[in-house]
């Protein structure tokens, strides 16, 4: 669904507020839940999103008007076909989307970005079965791989760094910083 549970975003503000990012990429932000928690953090950073279903664009939003800040800069396209320069930031956020993808190629997002030069990698995904289908017309919605806590443990800490974790009831939710 494009919204998510609140469970690991006072963590995730935690991290953001440490690190404050000057350029972030927010891969699949449906409704936009960390461009509203983070943004009002730290003033002036460039926000990119990468959505793939372009409904989601006007439905919630998401783009920076006059008198509100949004997404300064939109890619409406599957991520696995993104430049790489888009994960070249400060930070990228996962934020509950690798689960709509196959594991392989949420893996291969993953080794791609720290490859193009992130700097911090935020990773929220469910930790539990959940399985869910097309959502408001949108196929991209389907849960394509189930994670646990100990697979997404092994993926993070194939890149070296730095990775911190929280395991709630739902989610859980990695910060990995280039060290």
Do not use: C
Not at 98 to 103: A, I, Q, S, T
Not at 142 to 168: K, P, S
């Amino acid at each position: 669904m494009p919204t998510s549970d609140a469970e690991g975003k006072d963590w995730s503000l935690d991290w953001f507020r440490y690190h404050l990012p000057n350029t972030v990429t927010d891969v699949g932000p449906g409704e936009g839940t960390y461009a509203k928690l983070f943004r009002p953090v730290h003033e002036g950073v460039w926000w990119t999103a990468i959505e793939v279903h372009k409904p989601y664009i006007t439905k919630y939003k998401l783009k920076s008007t006059k008198t509100r800040r949004m997404y300064d800069e939109i890619h409406i396209e599957d991520v696995r076909e993104s430049e790489d320069h888009l994960f070249h930031r400060d930070l990228v956020i996962f934020g509950d989307v690798l689960e709509h993808l196959p594991r392989e190629d949420a893996v291969a997002l993953l080794e791609r970005t720290v490859a193009a030069g992130a700097w911090n990698i935020l990773v929220s995904v469910p930790i539990v079965e959940s399985v869910q289908g097309e959502v408001d017309g949108n196929p991209h919605e389907a849960h394509l791989h189930q994670w646990d806590a100990d697979d997404m443990n092994e993926v993070m800490a194939r890149f070296g760094g730095i990775t911190d974790r929280v395991i709630g009831s739902t989610l859980g939710v990695w910060w990995w910083n280039r060290g």
